[in-house]
């Protein structure tokens, strides 16, 4: 029968239901309600086929030959359908495909309730994107998002693996359920490798989708201090807007620990994590045998200008974090933990910020010290023109409640206005003279005396920068100019001198070094004008150079805080001292040193000649000894196709006094080379390592090392640790540790090399 007669023949199939009216032949199409019937389920159901019979006795419709029945979002395709009116049941035969939205079942025959998208297809296969597919002597569909398989097998792997071949793993049972986006529920299961059983179990609950509850794949390692480590997660995901992630890990040598990591999504503007580990430890290096760490983040906008903010650490003890290799790095060598919690509104001009602070020492050795600001309050006045005039204004107020183990507890204000005239004595100059008056009140002195203290301080600067530039028209290539700037920079600086040492010491506020300085700097910088494909112009700075100094035109012995002192790095420009001079008085607080005239030659560089590669490096030079007191340096190169590689090295000279038993300077010395690689020699093969080397005494402190092979819908990994550790005083470890683990994917495409490095971070 052509098929430009099918609209007129299709359009009389099922009068029983709402969803199907059966098909009838054209010549018993004289029935105007019919018509009317008909025309009204159009926009629901279309029917094509070469032929179709109606078989009314029986109420049976036939449709035969590239059949193909859409209902609503669902579309069905056959050799030959058979609509059961009566039982309101859908056979179909020969190549059926049912898609239902995004799902798909392909098999030999099909048996489909279609006013309840009930039925079983026979030698069935399925596939839910973005990467589940299954197959079954029976799938049973029992709903919109349900299957039940018999005699089955489940993967996710089908996607990006072609039919002919094995897939790197399934799950195959006699019996098993699935619900989409949800979980594989299967009884007598079997878990398969390249065709090859791997694990039977009686029973599996396999999430399915990126945050479906169930039991994770265990990891399991082992170390020299902790033994045989396995660790088994649980994923609740209690809504869309939280989950939950508990873990229990065993170690042979040190205990059970738990852990719970409880994520939430309050809304658009509204997220945050809290995780809390604690465990009974057999080897705690001397302290109690229960340890316990929380972490907690919260970040909430209630509108563009206010914002609230929490970070919350907690560690039971100093060296918890740095006992076990599972620790992330920047946790294990952190010097002391911080808590947070801070609200903050901003206008047009001004700022006020409400803080609550907290925080501990971490570093064996030193003295258990903990500064804690509750509450605090900071009121800013951005700069703004003052009446009208061209003079401008600018200020912070602050008031907070301090107290701190070495120091009696005291309340605190601080008040630093400051008026400045920006004026261009000639196009390419701007000079511009600033005063400042400082107010800070205390509600007790050093000794713990009431009765309180003040101290006024007063600033002057007067600054000249200059710009000076050249552009350099290129003739081909990408780069299409390049631009020289040098900036040249000079800057008068005073703060009157005044007894400080009556003064509680908690943070760098309580000390403000006199200053009578002048300070130089020279900045050359080299842009890169580049053409992109679509003709835009972006920049790239290539390369850019400064050095800087400062002279101190009277030099003195000066009473300096232990604090401000200890603060003190080889970079910065705005105090030197002669650290020989010390004169420590551990009772007070307090050290006696001889000011430098000269304080150190600070050079910055900073290139990157080619699009891959980028180099850093500062160096701050004693002039007055003819040293380097300090380096920090680094390179990074990037190649996309094989990784990445990062090294970096740090060093500070522990000066004249360094190593200590007290005062400022104790333990200043430092070297440490850090080094970071990314590499993937050959496909689905990633290589992820982090090192820490000390050359000062020739000591390896870490090498952590990933291992992962991944393929579209599995990776499997080795994570190496090998490291020193230092526990107390006196005391270090060395530790190694292995870890397996293995993950399956449901992507449908590769994971990225970096996944190894969440091990790294972990």
């Given at each position: 029968m ?7 023949l ?5 009068l029983a239901s709402?969803w199907?009216?059966p098909?009838?032949l054209?010549?018993?199409t004289?029935s ?5 019937a008909?025309?009204s389920?159009q ?13 009314e006795?029986e ?7 590239n ?6 979002n ?6 030959e359908?058979e609509v059961d ?12 495909q049912?898609?239902d939205?995004?799902?798909r ?5 099909f048996e489909?309730?279609y006013?309840?998208?009930t039925?079983?297809?026979y ?5 839910i994107p ?5 197959q079954a ?7 919109d998002?349900?299957?039940r398989?018999v005699d ?6 089908r996607?990006c693996?072609?039919?002919s ?5 399934e799950?195959?049972a006699?019996?098993?359920s699935?619900e989409q986006?949800e979980?594989?529920?299967?009884k007598?299961a079997s878990f398969?490798?390249?065709?090859i059983?791997s694990?039977?179990?009686p029973?599996?609950?396999y999430?399915v989708?990126p945050?479906?509850?169930g039991?994770l794949?265990p990891s399991?390692g ?6 045989f480590t396995f660790?088994?997660p649980?994923?609740w995901a ?12 065993y170690?042979?040598k040190?205990?059970?620990?738990a852990?719970?990591t409880?994520r939430?999504?309050?809304?658009p503007e509204?997220?945050g994590?809290v995780?809390?580990?604690?465990m009974?430890d057999r080897n705690s290096?001397?302290?109690d045998?229960?340890?316990a760490t ?8 209630f509108?563009?200008?206010l914002n609230l903010?929490?970070?919350?650490n907690y560690?039971?003890d ?6 076990f ?12 933990t911080n ?9 047009q001009r001004?700022g006020l910020?409400?803080r609550?602070?907290?925080s501990?020492?971490l570093n064996p050795?030193?003295n258990d010290s903990?500064l804690?600001?509750?509450p605090e309050?900071?009121?800013?006045v ?6 009208g005039l061209?003079v401008?204004?600018?200020g912070?107020?602050s008031?907070t409640?301090l107290?701190?183990k ?5 309340g605190?204000?601080d008040?630093f ?9 000639v196009a390419w100059?701007t000079m511009t003279?600033?005063?400042g008056f ?5 509600t007790?002195r050093?000794s713990?005396d009431g009765?309180?203290a003040?101290r ?17 028209k290129m ?6 100019r ?6 040249p920079?000079?800057?008068y600086?005073?703060?009157?001198p ?5 003064f509680?010491q908690?943070?760098?506020i ?8 002048i300070?130089?700097s020279?900045m050359n910088?080299v842009?890169?004008?580049l053409?992109?494909a679509?003709?835009a112009?972006?920049t790239h700075?290539i ?11 009277h030099p003195q012995?000066?009473?300096f805080?232990?604090?401000f002192l200890n603060a003190l ?7 030197a001292?002669?650290e020989e001079?010390?004169q420590?008085?551990?009772?007070t607080g ?7 005239r000269f304080?150190n030659?600070v050079?910055?560089?900073r290139?990157?000649?080619l699009?891959n ?5 500062v160096?701050?030079?004693n ?7 300090g ?10 196709e094989y990784?990445?590689?990062e090294?970096a ?7 004249d006094t360094?190593g200590?038993t007290s005062g400022?300077?104790?333990d200043?010395e430092t070297?440490?080379?850090v ?5 993937t020699?050959?496909k689905n093969?990633a290589?992820?390592?982090?090192g820490r ?11 952590n090392?990933?291992l992962t092979y991944a393929t579209?819908c599995?990776m499997?990994?080795l994570?190496f640790?090998?490291r020193?550790?230092?526990f107390n005083?006196g005391r270090?470890?060395?530790e190694n ?7 399956l994917?449901t992507a449908?495409?590769?994971?990225p090399?970096e ?8």
């Amino acid at each position: 029968m052509p098929r430009c007669l099918l609209p007129v023949l299709l359009v009389l199939l099922c009068l029983a239901s709402p969803w199907f009216t059966p098909a009838v032949l054209a010549q018993d199409t004289g029935s105007r309600g019919l018509v009317d019937a008909i025309n009204s389920l159009q926009s629901t159901v279309r029917i094509e086929a070469n032929e179709i019979e109606r078989r009314e006795r029986e109420k049976l419709a036939i449709a035969r030959g590239n059949v193909r029945i859409q209902m609503e979002n669902r579309i069905l395709n056959a050799d030959e359908v058979e609509v059961d009116e009566i039982h309101e049941v859908l056979r179909a035969r020969g190549r059926v495909q049912l898609i239902d939205g995004a799902s798909r079942l392909d098999g030999d025959r099909f048996e489909y309730h279609y006013r309840a998208n009930t039925g079983v297809m026979y030698q069935g296969r399925g596939a839910i994107p973005p990467a589940t597919t299954f197959q079954a002597a029976e799938i049973h569909k029992e709903g919109d998002r349900r299957y039940r398989l018999v005699d089955g097998n489940f993967t996710t792997c089908r996607v990006c693996q072609p039919e002919s071949g094995a897939v790197d793993w399934e799950i195959r049972a006699k019996e098993a359920s699935l619900e989409q986006d949800e979980y594989l529920e299967a009884k007598s299961a079997s878990f398969w490798v390249r065709g090859i059983p791997s694990m039977y179990t009686p029973y599996l609950l396999y999430p399915v989708g990126p945050r479906r509850t169930g039991l994770l794949i265990p990891s399991i390692g082992v170390g020299g201090r902790s033994g045989f480590t396995f660790k088994q997660p649980f994923f609740w995901a209690i809504d869309e807007s939280q989950d939950l992630t508990l873990t229990g890990t065993y170690r042979s040598k040190r205990g059970p620990e738990a852990q719970a990591t409880y994520r939430y999504v309050l809304g658009p503007e509204a997220s945050g994590f809290v995780d809390g580990r604690v465990m009974n430890d057999r080897n705690s290096e001397g302290r109690d045998d229960w340890r316990a760490t929380v972490t907690a983040r919260h970040d909430q906008q209630f509108s563009p200008d206010l914002n609230l903010k929490a970070d919350i650490n907690y560690v039971s003890d100093r060296v918890y974090r740095r006992a076990f290799p599972d620790s992330p790095p920047e946790m294990r060598t952190s010097s002391f933990t911080n808590s947070r919690v801070f609200l903050t509104q901003m206008w047009q001009r001004y700022g006020l910020e409400l803080r609550a602070d907290d925080s501990h020492t971490l570093n064996p050795g030193t003295n258990d010290s903990r500064l804690s600001r509750v509450p605090e309050a900071n009121f800013f006045v951005s700069p703004q023109r003052l009446f009208g005039l061209p003079v401008f204004m600018e200020g912070q107020l602050s008031g907070t409640y301090l107290e701190r183990k070495e120091t009696p507890d005291s309340g605190r204000a601080d008040m630093f206005p400051k008026l400045f005239l920006p004026w261009q004595p000639v196009a390419w100059a701007t000079m511009t003279p600033s005063v400042g008056f400082r107010e800070t009140a205390y509600t007790k002195r050093l000794s713990g005396d009431g009765g309180g203290a003040s101290r006024e301080l007063f600033e002057g600067r007067n600054e000249l920068t200059a710009r000076f530039f050249r552009s350099f028209k290129m003739s081909s290539g990408r780069v299409d100019r390049l631009v020289h700037l040098f900036e040249p920079r000079l800057s008068y600086w005073y703060i009157n001198p005044t007894n400080q040492r009556r003064f509680p010491q908690f943070d760098p506020i309580d000390y403000i070094s006199p200053q009578n300085r002048i300070t130089y700097s020279v900045m050359n910088r080299v842009l890169a004008k580049l053409k992109d494909a679509d003709g835009a112009i972006r920049t790239h700075e290539i390369f850019s150079f400064s050095v800087s100094q400062s002279v101190n035109l009277h030099p003195q012995t000066r009473s300096f805080s232990d604090l401000f002192l200890n603060a003190l790095t080889p970079e910065r420009i705005d105090q030197a001292v002669r650290e020989e001079t010390r004169q420590s008085s551990s009772s007070t607080g307090f050290s006696r040193v001889r000011e430098r005239r000269f304080s150190n030659l600070v050079a910055d560089l900073r290139a990157s000649p080619l699009q891959n590669l980028g180099v850093y490096g500062v160096a701050a030079i004693n002039t007055e000894r003819n040293r380097v007191d300090g380096v920090e340096a680094g390179v990074r190169y990037t190649y996309q196709e094989y990784g990445r590689i990062e090294l970096a090295h740090s060093f500070i000279r522990g000066g004249d006094t360094a190593g200590q038993t007290s005062g400022p300077f104790v333990d200043r010395e430092t070297s440490g080379i850090v080094g970071r690689l990314l590499l993937t020699p050959i496909k689905n093969v990633a290589i992820n390592y982090y090192g820490r080397y000390d050359p000062r005494q020739n000591v390896s402190l870490e090498n952590n090392a990933v291992l992962t092979y991944a393929t579209c819908c599995w990776m499997v990994g080795l994570h190496f640790v090998d490291r020193t550790n230092r526990f107390n005083v006196g005391r270090t470890g060395h530790e190694n540790s292995v870890e397996f683990f293995f993950e399956l994917l449901t992507a449908g495409a590769p994971p990225p090399p970096e996944r190894g490095a969440k091990y790294l971070r972990r």
